[in-house]
């Protein structure tokens, strides 16, 4: 499969390195030589450095022969243009970025008139899981597959004293879930029963939905259970707005801080009930005087990452119920971990496991980048054809970064073992470091799904 992707910022990025790793004939276009150069020293990928836009440089580099292009420069208006462009010139499928609130409820009508395949709102998405998580009956993070029957979380083992210490064979209220992974001081581990769990370790479970919420119900802080009524977010850019906004149907009373002021204008004209404050995030007698310490969730989503995390860090030491910050650097996740923030989002992650689902189509369901974009957990259909029909997982010889971690199987979820059977038709959640998607590919044949 041949991809081209115009814009190599963060999500360029991103892309890139997880196609490579899903063996896809990656092409980096960008018209920055400085940024292409970043590009080529770490990834093997062709880069061309010019403009989408050009017709000339579409055609010569045989746009034709491509089976996607991927739009995703700063520039919304850009980005609709060269996937029209390619998709003239015989590219297949296009993808394009588009951000702008302006543009966020007619992106069907875009779609269809400028003919263009997917539509990805980096923004939209990451509003969407904050809310999700702020609204939700629990603060850490939670996935779901198999028709939502499957869940999977991930937690800070700190405040939970009867894991911390213990083989994993030995774990109770564990029953009918499966630790697939944990994170250790930014290592990741792919645990087996004589697993020892230690203190600060981030230990992700997948289990059916039942179970999860047993299992989550069993160790939440009591001070989760209350409704949440006030938000508070820092930062009134367009994740701040569309949070807002959304939150606002939900009948929350939000208070978005943010400190550009033609930007405070926007929000208390486009915004209908939230309280917008002109002042620096940053200054916690600020924060303090907004009654910070009686809000229910703390969002920080400024463009800066360190403000997020000190904001957040603060909100945690008075004992906020929820917080979230968005970090976009990979190398702050090991201190997300320490600091003990509830949950840490990266839209570029996000929205990068959105455009893997669009790719790899057909049998797959679903994708989801954990732990920094380095694992996913893919959700996948059994078709007929599949060589690895009536075999039992313990003869199937997956790598040790692939774990099955459930198996849909005629509406029934089970939480397989090594005995296990793979049947037609089943739908399998699937947990793999991002290193062994080449491997995961060629057991389940997602290349001839596409």
Do not use: W
């Not at 590009?39 to 061309?48: A, E, N, Q, W």
């Not at 400028?114 to 999700?132: F, G, K």
């Not at 793979?422 to 491997?439: C, K, T």
Request: hydrophobic fraction near 45%; proline fraction near 2%; include cysteine.
């Amino acid at each position: 499969m041949k991809v081209m992707i115009v814009g190599a910022g963060k999500l360029g990025n991103k892309l890139a390195q997880a196609l490579l790793n899903g063996e896809i004939e990656v092409t980096v276009m960008d018209t920055s030589a400085e940024v292409l150069d970043k590009v080529k020293s770490h990834l093997d990928v062709l880069t061309v450095k010019a403009n989408g836009v050009q017709v000339s440089i579409l055609k010569e580099l045989g746009i034709e022969t491509y089976d996607l292009i991927i739009a995703v420069t700063s520039s919304d208006e850009t980005n609709i243009v060269i996937s029209m462009l390619a998709k003239k010139l015989g590219c297949p499928k296009s993808i394009a970025r588009i951000r702008s609130p302006e543009y966020a409820e007619q992106l069907d009508f875009i779609k269809n008139e400028m003919n263009i395949d997917q539509v990805i709102n980096p923004e939209l998405s990451t509003a969407n899981e904050i809310e999700r998580y702020v609204l939700g009956s629990y603060s850490f993070y939670s996935e779901e597959y198999a028709k939502g029957r499957v869940s999977m979380i991930d937690f800070n083992v700190s405040n939970m004293t009867s894991f911390v210490g213990k083989k994993i064979m030995e774990l109770d209220n564990i029953n009918h879930l499966l630790i697939v992974a944990i994170s250790r001081n930014g290592v990741i581990l792919i645990p087996h029963g004589e697993t020892i769990i230690e203190e600060n370790d981030i230990i992700y479970v997948i289990g059916k939905k039942e179970n999860i919420s047993t299992l989550v119900e069993t160790f939440r802080n009591k001070a989760n259970k209350k409704f949440v009524k006030k938000v508070m977010i820092l930062g009134g850019g367009k994740i701040g707005y569309y949070l807002a906004k959304s939150l606002e149907s939900q009948n929350v009373n939000v208070k978005i801080i943010e400190s550009n002021m033609d930007r405070c204008v926007y929000l208390s004209e486009e915004l209908n009930t939230s309280l917008i404050i002109h002042g620096d995030g940053t200054d916690i007698n600020l924060l303090e005087e907004e009654d910070l310490a009686n809000v229910d969730a703390f969002v920080a989503i400024t463009g800066f990452d360190e403000e997020n995390l000190l904001m957040s860090l603060r909100a945690k030491q008075i004992d906020v119920s929820k917080v979230i910050a968005k970090v976009s650097r990979q190398n702050y996740v090991n201190i997300i971990e320490k600091l003990g923030i509830d949950v840490a989002i990266n839209p570029v992650n996000i929205t990068a496991s959105e455009i893997l689902k669009y790719i790899r189509g057909g049998r797959v369901i679903s994708v989801s980048l954990l732990l920094g974009g380095e694992a996913e957990v893919t959700e996948i259909k059994v078709a007929e054809e599949l060589p690895i029909i009536g075999k039992k997982i313990s003869k199937l010889g997956l790598p040790k970064g692939i774990i099955i971690g459930a198996i849909l199987h005629k509406n029934k979820v089970l939480i397989p073992s090594g005995d296990s059977v793979i049947n037609a038709g089943d739908r399998l959640v699937i947990f793999s470091l991002l290193s062994e998607v080449p491997a995961l590919e060629k057991f389940f044949q997602l290349k001839k799904g596409r």
